[in-house]
């Protein structure tokens, strides 16, 4: 195995920054792909895998996206939740790749909520 340079590990730090302020960092939006076992099977990945894209292709630096267990829905996988500051979030069901494409563009980037995709606004609980 060849040795690490100096320029491999900034490389390798860059890379790690870009993928930790996905899930962390400071933003105005939230987007949570559900990836339980069902959203797994239900092609959760391919979900995610197109937002990340979407998210580095755009250079959106403060959009954080994230996965979760399941949601409890099942029989809707994939899901995901849409978390924008001061408005309660949105839950997307029945996703493609094409449909989350669409729901960055026109909930995360547009304030639009994409009503055909929406399950519910808002918590499912009150506590």
């Known amino acids: 195995m060849p040795k690490l340079k100096p320029e ?13 302020n996905l899930r962390e960092g400071e933003s105005r939006a939230r987007v949570i792909v559900h990836m339980g076992t ?10 995610m895998t ?11 630096k403060d959009v954080i996206l994230t996965l979760s ?3 409890g829905f099942c029989s809707r996988e994939p899901m995901v939740t849409v978390e924008m500051k001061n408005e309660p979030p949105v839950k997307y069901v029945d996703l493609t790749p094409d449909k989350a494409k669409e729901i960055l563009e026109k909930h995360v980037i547009g304030g ?11 918590s499912e609980r009150v506590l």
């Open 112 to 122: 639009n909520i994409v009503k055909e995709y929406a399950l519910a606004v808002g």
């Open 50 to 60: 197109a937002l990340m894209e979407e998210i580095e292709k755009r250079d959106l």
């Open 38 to 47: 069902c959203g797994i099977a239900a092609g959760a990945r391919t979900v």
């Open 8 to 20: 491999d590990l900034d490389r390798i730090a860059a890379k790690m920054k870009k993928t930790i």
């Open 69 to 71: 267990s399941c949601a």
